[in-house]
């Protein structure tokens, strides 16, 4: 690992022309800021998803006069319109493309997102966080757009990375919404208005995004997405198994190209003979039977009914999804109650300093969930390119999480630093499972890598609502640490049930 490569034109694989290295800081080079707009899209996404909760617990309720069986079931409607939404965006991302996809979800969601200030009562709160929740299925194009630009090697991080940096978007909706409503408040706006105005905010970001994406970012890294056959098996045609260098420009304003093989971009070596700056990729040094998988095993093929019943009922997505399932669920229910735990076990702490706190959990993500990938790429390599390394530490961390939320429901504590320290440990494992589960989800079913990401993200949010449901039904939506308990239970028992499943189907080509 070379710190260049945070800047640097990563080499690329020479067949799907995917990167070898993830160049985090260098949003000119095409690879960056793909990188750049997958992990943005989906925190302005899960920011303006959990736009509700932060002001949910006290303002909210008041205003609209809630009952705590109320907001439980608007935490639960919220988390059913994404399962759909994930399970579609699934298919939908191999058939028209992960790009069009995620700036469709943004820009959808934004209309609800808009008309979340004329609520009223409690009906209109399911109403609205029902169609808000589109918002959520877009962490699936997020992925499968992470996964088309970057390699084997690194996509673990990579979509580690994206989904963690997107995920706290659940952690800085907790400190701005609270924020931004107490700005509104100190201007002279009472709190039925003032609510409703911090929604103009991620309204504005949602839709500048989604217009980005569509404007500054390609579908592949080979140019349009009706095209990737083609050029996948051309190039496998013209190297031959040969370890050529071909310089390939990654500039912003070059224009993709359908006609040329090798190329992201359209190559004019006549006028720019001389420049080799970082802008420009050089393929990587592969074998033919590497070159050979990438063009036969791992190019997404068009999805039939067929193909979705077949991966649907694979013992591999089972896994992924009764693994995703608990970790990613469990986030989103504790996401959703946390402030109110904390306002219950330590009332002096206010609204606005509850969801600080609780903001903390979400923002671990930054670096949790991409410590999940990275260490899943390391292990993936250090066992000599062994997925049954990916598979034991997505157990691992299932494991754990369920230990430390089984001491929290436990101990139920009521001194601020152990709770936040205990929070916090479970956090860890918690959101580095999540990063560890998508590290796997490439290597599985390779040539429909939409599907599998889409039903694993609707296990993701079915886990939610199950965990939801629980959380609403202790004591009547708040016996928190008994909810839990029966999580931490259910994490340890699923995980250690799962363990033998083996991570990738029998004599499947691609994905090793």
């Known amino acids: 690992m070379k710190l260049s490569y945070l800047w640097a034109a990563p080499d690329v694989n020479p067949i799907n022309r995917k990167a070898r290295s993830v160049p985090f800081l260098n949003v000119f080079n095409v690879y960056g800021r793909v990188f750049f707009f997958s992990w943005w899209g989906f925190m302005v996404a899960f920011w303006a998803w959990y736009t509700f909760p932060p002001l949910l617990t006290h303002t909210i309720k008041a205003n609209l006069h809630l009952s705590p069986a109320e907001v439980a079931n608007s935490n639960i409607v919220s988390l059913c319109a994404t399962l759909l939404v994930r399970f579609i965006a699934g298919p939908a991302c191999d ?227 009764l693994t995703y399932m608990c970790s990613f669920g469990g986030e989103l229910a504790i996401n959703s109650v946390l402030g109110s735990y904390y306002t219950k076990n330590f009332p002096t702490l206010g609204q606005t300093n509850a969801s600080y706190w609780a903001a903390m959990f979400g923002f671990l993500n930054l670096i ?30 299932g494991c754990l999480t369920g230990v430390f939320l089984i001491v929290i429901g436990t101990i139920n504590p009521h001194h601020l630093p152990t709770m936040v320290g205990l929070v916090a440990l479970m956090a860890v494992f918690l959101e580095a499972g999540n990063g560890a589960n998508f590290s796997l989800v490439p290597h599985v079913h390779p040539r429909a890598n939409g599907v599998v990401s889409g039903i694993t993200g609707a296990g993701g949010n079915l886990g939610g609502v199950v965990f939801a449901i629980i959380f609403r039904f202790m004591d009547n939506g708040t016996d928190y640490a008994k909810a839990f308990w029966v999580i931490g239970v259910m994490n340890i028992g699923l995980n250690l049930a799962l363990c033998w499943i083996p991570p990738i189907p029998k004599g499947q080509m691609g994905g090793h």
């Open 368 to 397: 949790t969930r991409p410590l999940g990938g990275v260490i899943s790429d390391l292990l993936y390599r250090a066992a000599g390119r062994s997925v049954w390394a990916k598979k034991a530490w997505i157990i691992a961390c």
């Open 95 to 321: 058939r028209y493309g992960p790009r069009w996809v995620f700036a469709g979800l943004l820009l959808i969601g934004s209309i609800p997102l808009g008309l979340a200030p004329l609520v009223h009562d409690a009906q209109g709160l399911y109403v609205s966080r029902f169609f808000i929740g589109i918002l959520g299925g877009s962490f699936v194009p997020c992925q499968v757009w992470s996964t088309g630009f970057f390699d084997k090697n690194v996509v673990g991080t990579a979509n580690a990375l994206t989904g963690g940096w997107g995920n706290a978007g659940g952690g800085i909706t907790y400190f701005i919404m609270p924020a931004v409503f107490d700005s509104f408040v100190a201007r002279g706006y009472t709190d039925g208005v003032a609510w409703r105005l911090t929604f103009i905010v991620p309204l504005i970001i949602t839709i500048a995004t989604g217009v980005s994406m569509l404007l500054l970012c390609p579908d592949t890294p080979t140019g349009k997405w009706s095209e990737r056959h083609l050029h996948a098996d051309q190039n496998l045609e013209s190297h031959g198994g040969a370890e050529a260098i071909v310089d390939v420009p990654g500039r912003i304003t070059d224009r993709a190209s359908s006609t040329t093989p090798n190329s992201i971009h359209e190559m004019d070596k006549d006028k720019e003979p001389q420049d080799r700056s970082t802008n420009w990729d050089h393929e990587a040094a592969m074998s033919r039977e590497e070159m050979t998988e990438a063009a036969k095993g791992e190019v997404v093929e068009k999805p039939t009914w067929g193909t979705i019943a077949k991966i649907l009922i694979s013992p591999q997505t089972l896994f992924h999804i």
